[in-house]
């Protein structure tokens, strides 16, 4: 194997202006990458306090829909004298499918960190996407139910002669409607999560 | 300025070196086609599949809503608290379910457009963004009119003793077939609405 030899130019600089040039190039290339992942931390961060607030909306619907028992001090004919979230098995559903929904909240923060401290990873941000997804639409469905039996028993239906309960059990018709109106809450900000990790996934 | 001179040892020869760096560059040609075809490929792949989604949602939505907007009983003899005819207009929640599903079904024809244009660019990122949060309302949108059917449709069939609510199952057995079937389509639109989200996410994804 014949060696060759070329003879290349390189024009002298003074060694000061070398020193100068060079701490630019670096600085050049850390403010590309921070630039994409620091609008993502800022996602991140905003999606973690989303999740903090749909905790507490999310807790807060199971709480007053648990807690929302009413007894009447005097008998009526045909009703009971009696009104609990245990008398209507959709607020039952309701009670359970809204534990579950904040318990997985609570579970989702530690990934919900993770993406903020590796912002650019789109594996816990895919994660969180589809989890979101479903705990929404689970979400939605209970909050729904119990919407459509808050509104028969604020409203009653004259066709089917199903009477609206809300006229003797007062408080209990108040506080399971403040739950649902909650786990509304919760719903719109499940919508706003799975946006976020949508966009926040996008690549550039 | 001083012009310096530096000497640098080439090791091969000028011949070997010109065949070497051809080869060199021809596969990175090949190297950057494929990753954009195999990028592309499977996007395009999980295009099509939403666009197939699509297409079977939109046949499962029109005959959840047409389902529950013709289903009517009128019986043939008189009882004397309860009505002898039912249709999806003496609930105000089928009348919402009517009219949440029909916009659900529209909505997803006017989304066809958008899925053709993931199809033809896979790579684009705004109209899967785009549809991603669409279909995220969407689905808010969809999963509400069926959860709440559903629950009059429980009640429908099973009453509740507690609050004296009969059910009027008894009474209209075809009706309440009629709108159970409705909202087990609504059901099944759901999931797939769950799949199209999660399909999207994942065409989203950066490599």
Avoid at chain 2, 11 to 18: A, F, L, Q
Avoid at chain 2, 79 to 101: E, K, M, N, R
Wanted: charged residues 10%; aromatic residues 10%; proline residues 4%.
């Amino acid at each position: 194997m014949k060696n060759e030899s070329t003879i290349i130019d390189v024009p002298a600089e003074t060694s000061s202006a070398m020193k100068g040039k060079a701490p630019l190039i670096g600085m050049a290339k850390d403010h590309t990458t921070s630039a994409s992942g620091g609008y993502k931390r800022g996602l991140s961060i905003f999606d973690f306090l989303l999740r903090l607030a749909a905790i507490i909306a999310a807790s807060v619907a199971a709480g007053t829909m648990f807690t929302s028992d009413e007894t009447l001090p005097f008998f009526t004919q045909f009703l009971q004298f009696e009104a609990g979230y245990d008398d209507l098995p959709t607020y039952q559903f309701f009670v359970i499918a809204m534990s579950m929904v904040s318990g997985y909240l609570v579970l989702s923060l530690p990934i919900s960190v993770v993406t903020i401290v590796r912002p650019l990873a789109t594996a816990p941000r895919l994660l969180l996407l589809v989890l979101d997804t479903a705990a929404l639409a689970f979400n939605m469905a209970a909050a729904s139910s119990a919407a459509a039996i808050s509104y028969l028993a604020h409203n009653g239906n004259q066709n089917t002669n199903w009477l609206p309960i809300c006229q003797q059990f007062g408080d209990f018709c108040l506080k399971s409607s403040g739950a649902v109106v909650s786990s509304f809450v919760a719903v719109v900000f499940f919508t706003i999560l799975v946006v976020l990790s949508g966009v926040a996934l996008k690549r550039h | 300025m001083a012009k310096e001179s530096t000497t640098i040892d080439v090791g091969e020869p000028s011949t070997v070196t010109k065949s070497a760096s051809h080869v060199e560059v021809d596969e990175k040609k090949k190297k950057g086609f494929v990753a954009a075809a195999a990028g592309g490929g499977y996007k395009r792949g999980l295009a099509i599949f939403d666009f197939l989604l699509r297409l079977a949602a939109i046949g499962i939505t029109i005959g959840a809503s047409s389902v529950m907007f013709t289903a009517e009983e009128t019986l043939p003899f008189f009882t004397q608290f309860l009505q002898f005819q039912a249709g999806y207009d003496d609930f105000p929640t089928f009348q919402f379910f009517v009219i949440s599903i029909a916009i659900v079904a529209s909505y997803l024809v006017l989304s066809l457009p958008f899925s053709i244009v993931t199809i033809v660019r896979p790579l684009a990122v705004a109209p899967r963004l785009i549809l991603l949060i669409s279909d995220t309302v969407i689905l808010t949108l969809t999963t509400a009119a069926a959860g709440a059917a559903a629950a009059i449709v429980y009640l429908a069939h099973n009453g509740n003793s507690n609050t004296n609510w009969l059910p009027i199952c008894q009474q209209f057995g075809d009706f309440c077939q009629a709108t159970s079937t409705a909202v087990v389509a609504a059901s099944i639109s759901v999931v797939f609405f769950v799949l199209l989200i999660v399909i999207s996410a994942i065409a989203l994804k950066r490599h």
